[in-house]
């Protein structure tokens, strides 16, 4: 007999069916709101704090310039891949400022950005994208997680580290960022189940930018939202303007405070558009138009904060150029290091694969070392 058998025959009189066929959970307010949650344009944005407003654009501008000099370093031959986030500056900003110094920053390989606003230099953040290193940074200094280039490996690592925080006692909490097309994986139902069940203090952001490389939301899911998978694991769901920076620090800083007041896990959608391709090598005019590319350019993360501060006679035309030259004056300090060749040692291979190396990595490092001790003497002996 299935549930709605039970529940019929409940009704007809029939005894009721055993506790394990109740609703755990009350699903009415996990439930996103039916529309984007927006700030900007509307008449609650008269509360916002002058300050946030500039620290936000600041933050955004910068980042708009980062993802052009990223870009054009890619094209120059001195990046191996860079996937841009123009268009999705918000959202990546807004992660960065919602948390705390002690707590934990999860990204996927698109959010360097995100990495850059929480204070990492962006040098460092494009060391794996160069192709140098796995990472060009201590995660353990900077509480920023390796970029992770798998799709939504990265969340299950999240919800294990808040989950053993909050097991010491550590008042930490873990963001996690994902795109849409990660949300298709495995690893994204995992995490989600896992950290409802456990209350971990852990915030899930998707980043929903219109397409997983080439293929659009609508062939996917057929949910009403991604916001809405949050209720199939027992968590609220939000629904948000992704290009709205002031909502997305609202509601992501609201997820945060109550993943750590043990009130659990909260997963994000931001509802944005990836202006850009989705790398170098990708074509986006084989698969969306220049029209749909044009109608999200009037809902520009840069230009809705602009609006706002002008609107309210927080920046003048001064102000704003101000700004844009702090944000190229950080595009030539990145270009200038990006154009230096890195000094590397193939040795570094065998450095971060265990923290005590095992005798078969031991055989290949020295094996390493005397391919290179040899040709080192061949290279001296042709010198002299």
Known sequence: MTVTEQRGAHRAGAPTPPPAWQPRTDPAPLLPDAEPYRVLGTVGADRVEPELLRRLYAEVVRGRRFNAQATALTKQGRLAVYPSTTGQEAAEVAAALALEERDWLFPSYRDTLAAVARGLDPVQALTLLRGDRHTGYDPREHRIAPLCTPLATQLPHAVGLAHAARLKGDD?????????????????????????????????????NGYAISVPLAKQTAAPSLAHKAV????????????????????????????????????????????????????????????????????????????EL????????????????????MAAALREHMNQDPALDPMDLFTHVYAEQTSQLREQAEQLRAELDAEAEMSEGGRS
């Open 232 to 307: 199939g694991y027992g968590m609220p769901g939000r629904l948000v303007d992704g290009n709205d920076a002031v909502a997305m620090h609202e509601v992501l800083s609201d997820a945060v405070a109550r993943a750590r007041g043990g009130r659990g896990p909260t997963l994000i959608e931001a509802v944005t558009y990836r202006m850009d391709a989705h790398t170098n090598a990708d074509d986006a005019t084989r698969y969306r138009s220049e029209s749909e590319v044009d109608a999200w350019r009037g809902h520009d993360p840069v230009l809705l904060l602009e609006r």
């Open 172 to 208: 930490v909490v873990a963001l996690a960022m994902v795109g849409d097309g990660g949300t298709s994986e495995g690893d994204f139902h995992e995490a989600l189940n896992f950290a409802a069940v456990w209350q971990a203090p852990v915030v899930f952001l998707v980043q929903n």
């Open 310 to 329: 002008t609107r309210r006679g927080l920046m003048d035309e001064a102000g704003i150029q101000a700004v844009r030259d702090e944000a190229e004056t």
